[in-house]
């Protein structure tokens, strides 16, 4: 009997024990369980795109997913987000993502001659001083270091002019470029970069230096801003979306 007592008594004990205890100290409450809350709010699972086109296509055509206030962040110049204002419990419910795929040319890095005109085609929009390096890229003589002129500032090259005839020209800078390095539907920024060659075992290999702190980064975000605003702004789901950048 006592046996059978003392049983009933420890499982009292280990039931007790886990039951959850909440206390309050200096006004604070707590709890020393881990709960498992079962009446949370669900939220959505995002959307991944790669255009500005496809998240505004969805903020029209979908518009009962919306709640009543949204936020459409600029996040960078490559990333843009669609997210709702504060529930009742001050949580966002994120809904749309969009990150652009851009060319990832190498700033700071040396090329060899192939290489670097082929990278200046495919990711920079044309512009007369993309031409320019383009022409004393693709013409620099190899082998040529001792004409290579460098006051840290400038440079001085020779490249060929027709079959048989040869020029010293001054190597263009500072230039004025325009990579492809946010959404290809907004305009992409102008920046200005040093252009520089050198001899690498009697070849010349190039690079292009950024030269302006990334001040780009700052008109790609608004430009992106530009773009939704006109997007939606004649729609009606306009007024229930704040857009940030």
Known sequence: MMLKEAMRYITGLKAEAMEPKVVEIAGKTYCDKDLMRYDREPMADQIEATTLTAMIDYIKSCKEELRKTMII??????CVKLYSGLTAERKREYLFKSSAIVPKFSFDN???QERFIIELQADFDVTPDLEAILKVAGNV??????NYGDDGVSQKTTIKQGIASKADVLVPNPVTLVPYRTFLEVKQPPSEFVFRIRDDR???????VEAEGGLWRNEAMNNIKQYL?????NDSVYDRITIIA
């Open 110 to 112: 040396w090329y060899d």
């Open 73 to 78: 962040h600029v996040v960078s110049p490559t």
């Open 141 to 146: 003589e190899a082998k040529t270091t001792a």
């Open 202 to 208: 009697g070849e010349p290999v190039f690079k292009i």
């Open 229 to 233: 605003i006109e997007n939606l702004q």
